[in-house]
Structure formats: structure tokens, C-alpha cells
């Protein structure tokens, strides 16, 4: 049983934008993760339902936003400002860690994963 499950993928022309949800509760930290072919996976962007408090990574800065909706059952990665460079899979992972030392963007803190959804953008 996969304990996450993402939605929202798929294809998009640059400058354009999309929304990815992930199926979550439970936990303590919530976060967005994307692989692009050939490279390690990144932290993209992270949430703390109970505080809110969020964490970015420079490159989706100002682009992305990361929120819970009011059960914090789901969490939602709204993506505005498109660019090809953002292409790539796109995974939600999940902490219940009672406290957290450092980046919250760090994959290791992570022990729940979801399966991924793909998310390609064209110039």
C-alpha cells in the first residue's frame, strides 16, 4: 500500500501553470521532491501543517507555492511560471518526525513516499 498518492501531473507550455495535489494526513512534514532525467532528486518545496511553516528551494522561489487545506488531509503544490527546466517527476514524501534539525528540504528526513507524477514543460 503506497501511504501517498500524487495527482495533478502532465504537460504544459512554458510561462504556463499547474497544480499538484498529494493524498496526506498523519503527518508532521509534507514535502514536493522532483527528479529530472539524469539527475539526483531535489527538494522543491516543504510544509509544516501544524505551524505552516514552509521552505523553498531557490529555483521555484517566488514561483511555487506549497499549502494544506483546512483537515491537512491534502497537500498542494500550486506551480506558476512554468519553464522547461522544471520537467521532470515529481514526487510528495512525508515526515512524522516530532522535531526537525536543518533544511527541511534534505530528502533523508523523509520516510514516506509516493509513487510520483510526471510533469513536462515545453518551450
Known amino acids: 500500500q503506497v501511504p501517498l498518492v500524487e495527482s495533478g501531473g502532465g504537460s504544459v507550455q512554458a510561462g504556463g501553470s499547474l497544480r499538484l495535489s498529494c493524498a496526506a494526513s498523519g503527518y508532521t512534514m509534507i514535502g514536493w521532491f522532483r527528479q529530472a532525467p539524469g539527475k539526483a532528486r531535489e527538494g522543491i518545496a516543504t510544509i509544516v501543517p501544524s505551524s505552516g511553516r514552509t521552505e523553498y528551494a531557490a529555483s521555484v522561489r517566488g514561483r511555487f507555492t506549497i499549502s494544506h487545506a483546512n483537515a491537512r488531509t491534502t497537500v498542494y503544490l500550486q506551480m506558476n511560471m512554468l519553464k522547461p527546466e522544471d520537467t521532470g517527476m515529481y514526487y510528495c514524501?512525508?515526515?512524522?518526525?516530532?522535531?526537525?534539525?536543518?533544511?527541511?528540504?534534505?530528502?533523508?528526513?523523509?520516510?514516506?513516499w509516493g509513487r510520483g507524477t510526471q510533469v513536462t514543460v515545453s518551450s
Open positions: 514524501a512525508a515526515s512524522r518526525a516530532p522535531r526537525f534539525i536543518g533544511s527541511l528540504l534534505n530528502t533523508d528526513l523523509y520516510n514516506f
